[in-house]
């Protein structure tokens, strides 16, 4: 146990911006999220490896020496292109089914992809180093990579581009749809197939981009994917599907209160602590829906 | 009746004669009663109640880290145990030993069972996939804070006592298989009691719909969180064995493994068939064998092989083994088939 953070306020502007640039990130991989489970009705327990095996092909940009940050633009449309495999492959066949199915399925893809990507990459936690420099704010008593300002400014701009395309363009408005009512999109004529292909595409580009972003400012490593996953499950049960403000918003709370708890209880204990706050979550609202006599839905 | 009786000796005959046949698989014979257990008590929640959890490791874990600290912990400092380099000094005396291993045995049953409790209050009310990720979150959480807990080995990893010089080489192996068969049996018979009671019949109706259940009257709750004590109780003995078994325990690869060992008693009791008294034992039978091929065979690709083989499961075989030979000799389990619904299907074909 550590004080420190509350004797210096300066760390706890630092643990405050880092943890809001850091939440940006966790809302652009948690949107991906609510975005499947809200249209094909599946929870993906892949997404944190997903956004790693992103974050490897901008490692890879950056070993033959292009600068990783291109990998923002190359990581999510090779991401598409396995999303879209994926769900020809075994998503397809879970969709209807049991949410259990799809998350015991996910959980295997998740450990095949994780030794898969230790047998291609090896074991090494790596990052990919962009040289942008740090700013130093309030004295140098602030330090901010400029690379942490720079994912979560691209994060927002993908965000932006991706309701303006949800809102306005067909596919956006066909999944759309399709998350109100499968059945009806399908009578007035959506393809609902498609639709689902391109929505775990376009939720394995999400987590391509963030994965980019991520091995640019953070590290990464095969086995770190999990985290990710609970991270985005618990900021999509906390501001519900289809609240993106809310998304947003608690993504920024989760990265606040986990650089707290790195500062006051130790980095060991980091991922420890991510995991302990979704169980309160879930038995917080568990209590407070069981006084009117419901449950979680 | 009667036929069941005679399978029930063949089992427990070849389960006693066992490590005398094949001498050399004394360990895995070991571990496969104790996946057995794991999966019958995965079973009591997974397959009757409906409440697909992650969490059973949790107590498998905890049972684990108790039962070797309380074998340490009753002669001598738990701390300096665990510290890490230097030669270990303290060696058990037989005695102190066997004496350790059954008050750890008993104290690795007994919190876990009330850490469920208490748990259980608290998530049980939670449903479907809230449940299953909770109880994921749960496993993964405790890992990861033992894993930073100094006195129980932290990072490092906490060493169980070696087992005592007595009876010669073979006894550690009888000692540790004699113990698992044990406990095998003994959840056997406790579950199978369990199966022919109204408790059962209960556990079912909260699978089948858990709001009808509560309005016919049901403390739903108080059932749940039974059920869910019993599985801690069995899993937590099979954890405090497993450590001895192993010799060496880690938060995150052998305790609170949720990759492996909390992955494997949902599969294997997906395999075998759940809902059933012996789809878990036959999945699980039948996964070790599997695993223990691939384990050796592919080695490197197990995990690989794994995840294949969840997605697989899965999706191709949801019904299990059990499920299959129901499907295919409904006369054995005791559905009768009426004459024209037979003629009807037969046209059909």
């Known amino acids: 146990m550590d004080f420190m953070v509350f004797q210096y306020p300066m760390i706890s502007v630092q643990a405050c911006l880092d943890g809001i640039l850091l939440g940006i990130l966790f809302a652009l991989i948690a949107y991906g999220m609510a975005l499947q489970w809200g ?18 092909i901008a490692y890879f940009m950056y070993l033959y020496g292009i600068h990783p940050a291109w990998g923002v633009i190359v990581a999510p449309i090779i991401m598409y292109f396995v999303g879209v495999g994926l769900y020809k492959l075994v998503i397809n066949k879970v969709v209807d089914r049991d949410l259990f199915i799809s998350i015991l399925a996910t959980f295997g893809i998740s450990i095949l992809f994780m030794q898969l990507m230790n047998f291609a990459f090896g074991a090494d936690v790596v990052l990919a180093n962009s040289g942008y420099g740090t700013t130093f ?33 067909k596919l956006g408005r066909a999944i759309r749809a ?31 981009v963030a994965g980019a972003l991520i091995s640019i400012t953070f590290t990464i490593h095969p086995y770190m994917g999990l985290p990710y996953t ?50 309160l979550i879930l038995v917080y609202r568990r209590f407070k829906l069981s006084r009117k006599r419901e449950y979680l839905k | 009746m009667n036929k069941n009786l005679i399978l029930y000796v063949a089992i427990l005959f070849f389960g006693i004669t066992a490590p005398f046949i094949f001498p050399a698989f004394k360990v895995q014979l070991s571990i496969l009663c104790i996946l057995i257990v794991l999966a019958l008590t995965w079973n009591i929640q997974g397959g009757e109640m409906g409440y697909n959890t992650f969490g059973n490791i949790l107590f498998y874990g905890l049972g684990m880290y108790l039962c070797a600290s309380v074998q340490v912990g009753m002669f001598f400092p738990l701390a300096e145990w665990t510290e890490s380099g230097g030669e270990k000094t303290f060696v058990h005396t037989p005695a102190q030993f066997f004496q350790g291993m059954a008050v750890g045995l008993v104290v690795a049953a007994v919190i876990p069972t009330i850490v469920a409790g208490l748990i259980g209050y608290a998530i049980l009310g939670l449903r479907g996939h809230y449940f299953a990720i909770c109880t994921l979150g749960l496993g993964v959480a405790a890992g990861e804070i033992s894993g930073g807990i100094e006195i129980i080995g932290a990072g490092q990893g906490f060493t169980t006592p070696p ?32 199966y022919s009671t109204r408790f059962k019949l209960i556990l079912n109706a909260i699978r089948d719909n858990e709001d009808k259940a509560e309005a016919m009257g049901i403390q739903t709750m108080k059932y749940k969180i039974i059920g869910w004590m019993i599985s801690a109780f069995f899993c937590g003995l099979a954890g405090g064995i497993m450590g001895g078994l192993v010799g060496y325990i880690d938060s995150t690869d052998v305790a609170f493994d949720g990759r492996e060992m909390g992955v494997f008693m949902v599969l294997m009791a997906i395999l075998g ?58 006369e054995r389990f005791g559905e009768t088939i009426d004459e024209k619904d037979r003629k009807a299907q037969v046209e059909l074909k």
């Open chain 1, 39 to 56: 249209v094909m009705n599946i929870i993906n327990i892949a997404q944190g490896d997903l956004v790693i095996l992103g974050g490897y």
């Open chain 1, 137 to 169: 704010l309030f004295d140098s008593a602030v330090v901010l990579p400029n690379s942490k300002i720079f994912s979560a400014f691209i994060s927002i701009l993908f965000a932006i581009c991706l309701v303006i395309y949800m809102k306005k363009s």
């Open chain 1, 178 to 208: 399709t998350a109100q009512n499968a059945r009806a999109a399908k009578i007035l004529g959506v393809d609902t197939e498609k639709v689902y292909a391109a929505t775990f595409g376009i939720n394995a580009a999400l987590c391509g």
């Open chain 1, 230 to 279: 609970i991270r985005s499950f618990m900021i999509v049960i906390v501001a519900g599907l289809g609240n993106l403000p809310g998304v947003a918003l608690s993504g920024m709370g989760l990265g606040v209160f986990e650089e707290f708890a790195d500062y006051i209880l130790g980095t060991e204990f980091r991922i420890g602590a991510v995991f302990l706050l979704l169980v």
């Open chain 2, 163 to 194: 087992f005592p010089d007595v009876g010669g080489l073979e006894s550690r192996g009888e000692f540790f298989y004699f113990l698992s068969f044990g406990v095998l049996v003994l959840t056997f018979i406790a579950v199978r009691a369990i």
């Open chain 2, 273 to 330: 068939g759940k809902g059933t008294l012996w789809g878990p034992v036959i999945g699980a039978t039948v996964f070790h064998i599997f695993k223990e091929g691939f384990w050796t065979f592919f080695l490197g690709w197990q995990y690989v092989a794994l995840g294949v083989l969840i997605v697989v499961i899965v999706i191709y075989f949801p019904e299990g083994i059990m499920g299959w030979l129901r499907e295919k000799f409904p």
